[in-house]
């Protein structure tokens, strides 16, 4: 089933773009709601815009509900102060999940369980001096074995695409699904602060 989905979304990679980034929120009981993350996230529904025809070309996030959590997407160059805003939605009593790639072939995986975080980068794994990369897959060490499939090693070339095994992992463990009815469907969108400059 796993590897049904790599596929499906290895077959869709061609309908993100060139930068996305994709979070899932799901609360461990009851729901949270688009204004909930909202406030979560620093802000008030009165700084939501209405819904966007195309959420893809808008320079912020759209928030869709989808069950008992939310989803945002953006299309525009992942940086780290919208992961910092969109990170404040994980914490005590929900799961969250990050998962970001650019135009210059970065990925990068983010999840939370409550307090127990795990990452993932690509094209190459994070790792320290004394720190292997799987160790720093925290809530997702299950998936070690499909991780480990998207790097380059001196035998073999990556056999999956980075960017489907982490969207793939996300459907497994949220149960939601990234499909275009998702990714085009009107949301309201939240604007993004711009990046402060170095």
């Keep these: 089933m796993l590897d049904e989905a790599v596929a499906r979304y290895t077959g869709m990679l061609d309908q993100f773009g060139e930068d996305m980034a994709y979070t899932v929120t799901i609360p461990d009981s009851g729901v949270l709601t688009i204004d909930d993350a909202v406030r979560r996230m620093g802000y008030t529904a009165s700084d939501l815009q209405g819904p966007d025809d195309l959420p893809h070309l808008s320079d912020g996030i759209s928030l869709h509900q989808v069950g008992a959590g939310i989803v945002t997407l953006g299309w525009v160059f992942p940086v780290p102060e919208?992961?910092?805003?969109?990170?404040?939605?994980?914490?005590?009593?929900?799961?969250?999940?990050?998962?970001?790639?650019?135009?210059?072939?970065?990925?990068?995986?983010?999840?939370r369980y409550g307090e127990a975080e795990g990452d993932l980068e690509g094209p190459e794994p994070a790792s320290g001096p004394f720190t292997p990369w799987t160790e720093l897959l925290g809530p997702l060490s299950a998936y070690a074995g499909l991780f480990s499939r998207c790097y380059d090693t001196e035998e073999a070339d990556a056999s999956?695409?980075?960017?489907?095994?982490c969207?793939?992992?996300?459907?497994?463990?949220?149960?939601?699904?990234?499909?275009?009815?998702?990714?085009?469907?009107?949301?309201?969108?939240?604007?993004?602060?711009?990046?402060?400059?170095?």
């Design 82 to 111: 919208h992961r910092q805003m969109t990170d404040q939605l994980g914490g005590e009593g929900f799961r969250h999940w990050y998962v970001a790639f650019d135009i210059n072939g970065c990925t990068s995986m983010h999840v």
């Design 160 to 165: 999956v695409d980075i960017d489907a095994a």
């Design 167 to 198: 969207l793939a992992v996300v459907e497994a463990e949220s149960g939601v699904r990234l499909d275009g009815e998702l990714m085009n469907s009107p949301a309201p969108i939240l604007s993004l602060p711009s990046p402060e400059c170095a």
